[in-house]
C-alpha cells in the first residue's frame, strides 16, 4: 500500500461516505426509521412549536435531495410521528419518541466512528475536508 500522503483523497472519501451511510441506514432501519426520516426528526426536535416544512427542505435537502425529505416528512405524518397544519410540521408525541430512540442510536454509532480518533484529530480531518471541497471550487455546509 502507498504511504497514505500518495493516496487519493478522493477515494477514501467517496469509501467513507459509503461505510458511514450503509452502517447508519442498516442501524436506523432497524427501528423503521430511514436516514432522511432521521434528519427531519431530529431538525423538528430543535423546533418544538413547528417549522414551516420548506425550511427543513431548504436545511436538510443538501444532505440528498429535496425531494427525499418531501418524501420522509410525507412518510413521517403516515406514520404518526409528524402533525401537519397547513405548510407548518411538528413531531407529534409518538415522533418525539421515535426520535430519542433513533438519538441513542446516532450517539452510538458515534463513538464507534470515533473508536481510537481523538477530538482533535476529528475536528483536523474536518477541517481538511472542508478546505478540499473550497480548494475544488465546491461549496458545502453542514447546520
Known amino acids: ?55 427543513i427542505i431548504a436545511i436538510v435537502g443538501p444532505n440528498e435531495s429535496d425531494e427525499s425529505i418531501v418524501d420522509a416528512i ?17 413531531l407529534t408525541d409518538d415522533g418525539a419518541d421515535r426520535f430519542h430512540a433513533a438519538a441513542e442510536v446516532q450517539r452510538q454509532l458515534n463513538d464507534e466512528r470515533r473508536q481510537g480518533i481523538s477530538d482533535r484529530e476529528y475536528a483536523t480531518t474536518i ?8 480548494n475544488v471550487g465546491g461549496d458545502a455546509w453542514h447546520w
Open 1 to 55: 500500500m502507498q504511504p497514505a500522503a500518495l493516496q487519493p483523497l478522493g477515494f477514501w472519501t467517496v469509501r467513507a461516505g459509503e461505510a458511514i451511510r450503509a452502517r447508519t441506514r442498516g442501524r436506523l432501519a432497524e427501528l423503521g426509521v430511514t436516514q432522511p426520516e432521521w434528519w427531519v426528526l431530529h431538525q423538528l426536535s430543535m423546533h418544538p412549536s413547528g417549522i414551516e416544512e420548506n425550511e
Open 127 to 134: 477541517e481538511v475536508l472542508q478546505r478540499t471541497i473550497t
Open 74 to 90: 410525507a412518510a413521517g405524518v403516515g406514520k404518526g410521528w409528524i402533525d401537519r397544519a397547513g405548510s407548518r410540521v411538528r
